[in-house]
């Protein structure tokens, strides 16, 4: 089981709708959760990250975390063609001092 | 500097031989990481620095990869006799601070090994 698993896509969406990423981690004692945002052929950018249960809301960006379920997600409102992007997952582990680890990343894509 | 540089952009090299890559992080920040990213797959953590010291070096693939840091700001990475399966980008990032998560990406040193 890997670490942190995310569906790689591609998720398409039509603009102006809601698109939901979502991300699950296998260490229960996670802590940190981020949502990382990557352009085709440039370097990932941090966008959100989120520490406990609940929503976390940033402009058109909600971050949700259930550590119950060990699940978080990340929705994007009123999808735009400049949010299509490949969007990483990061956790970092419990006691793993600094490491984060990345999930594989979905593939979104905003059709006009 | 004003962002992570890393050199150089793209390395071509042949199997066997053995490869540098060089990483000069944001001015200030103490943590430095180390990613590998194969083509359409996610990052696979390598190695992270606190100052000088890596107190995770778990994710070195093998013996033939090495780090290291020195005054607390550059980083190389290097990598000896080289095989096909090296080839990827590889990525440096900094943070202010370990644990933070906020990690600063440089743009990557592309390797190809023939």
């Known amino acids: 089981q890997k670490e942190v698993e995310q569906n790689s896509g591609p998720l398409s969406v039509p603009e102006g709708a809601i698109a939901s990423l979502n991300c699950t981690y296998s260490?229960?004692?996670?802590?940190?959760f981020f949502w990382y945002r990557q352009y085709s052929g440039k370097s990932p950018e941090l966008i959100m990250f989120i520490y406990s249960n609940g929503d976390k809301e940033d402009g058109r960006f909600t971050a949700q975390l259930n550590k119950a379920s060990q699940y978080v997600s990340l929705l994007i409102r009123d999808s735009q063609p400049s949010d299509s992007a490949t969007y990483l997952c990061?956790?970092?582990?419990?006691?793993?001092?600094?490491?984060?680890?990345f999930g594989q990343g979905t593939e979104l894509s905003v059709k006009p | 500097g004003a962002g992570v540089s890393q050199s150089p952009s793209n390395k071509v090299t042949e199997k066997g031989k053995d490869v540098e890559l060089r990483c000069d992080p944001i001015s200030g920040h103490t943590a430095l990481y180390w990613y590998r990213q194969s083509l359409g797959q996610g990052l696979e953590f390598l190695i992270y620095f606190q100052g000088n010291s890596a107190p995770d070096k778990s994710g070195l693939p093998s013996d033939r990869f090495s780090a290291e840091r020195t005054g607390g700001s550059v980083s190389t990475l290097t990598i000896q006799r080289t095989q096909q399966e090296d080839s990827a980008v590889y990525l440096c990032a900094s943070s202010n601070r370990v644990g933070t998560g906020e990690l600063f990406f440089g743009e990557g040193s592309r390797l190809t090994v023939l």
């Open positions: 260490d229960r004692g996670s802590q940190s």
């Open positions: 990061a956790v970092t582990p419990y006691n793993q001092g600094g490491k984060l680890i």
